[in-house]
């Protein structure tokens, strides 16, 4: 990031926009000073996905498709496609207007929950237009036979070794 102080006024803006932007690449002045800042963007991606860790992405940005992506995309034989939540800390301002009578509004930051349901073709153009921040939030909830494929598994890591001696014990004799 680019870090501009003017006088009272401070504008920070990511590095790769001021060099493809000419309107963001200003002259500078007498006792402006200038700071480039390192500062990670990452979001976390956990659930029912192929890899769930926190992961970087450019300053400049990335979609939620991108992200998903980035992530492995959601595990085929665990996720509900249904089940995509992303987490995030929203200005009161945008809160108001989603639900003017939220009674979180008393904070500058609120948390909002938003669900995607990618089995709609909607959400898949909806997961190409909207923008991660730093530090955002994607849950992929399990499908629902999930648990019971758990349930199956354990009941056959107990039952298959009783099966296997009952089967060596009948040949045996």
Do not use: C, H, W
């Not at 006088?7 to 590095?15: I, R, S």
């Not at 690449?25 to 963007?41: A, F, G, K």
């Not at 400049?60 to 498709?65: E, P, Q, S, V, Y």
């Amino acid at each position: 990031f680019v870090r501009l102080s003017r006088g009272p006024v401070t504008a920070t803006v990511p590095l790769t926009t001021v060099v493809s932007n000419p309107r963001e690449n200003i002259y500078l002045r007498p006792n402006d000073v200038l700071t480039l800042v390192r500062d990670p963007q990452t979001f976390i991606a956990v659930g029912a996905l192929g890899n769930s860790t926190e992961l970087p992405f450019q300053a400049d940005g990335i979609t939620l498709a991108q992200a998903l992506a980035k992530a492995r995309g959601l595990s085929d034989f665990a996720a509900d496609p249904a089940g995509t939540f992303i987490f995030r800390f929203e200005p009161a301002s945008v809160v108001r207007r989603l639900s003017p009578g939220s009674k979180l509004l008393g904070t500058p930051l609120v948390p909002v929950v938003y669900r995607i349901d990618m089995r709609d073709p909607n959400s898949l153009f909806v997961s190409q237009a909207f923008r991660m921040r730093n530090r955002d939030l994607i849950y992929v909830s399990n499908a629902p036979f999930t648990e019971v494929q758990k349930v199956l598994t354990a009941f056959n890591g107990v039952t298959g070794p009783v099966a296997s001696a009952a089967t060596a014990y009948a040949y045996a004799k």
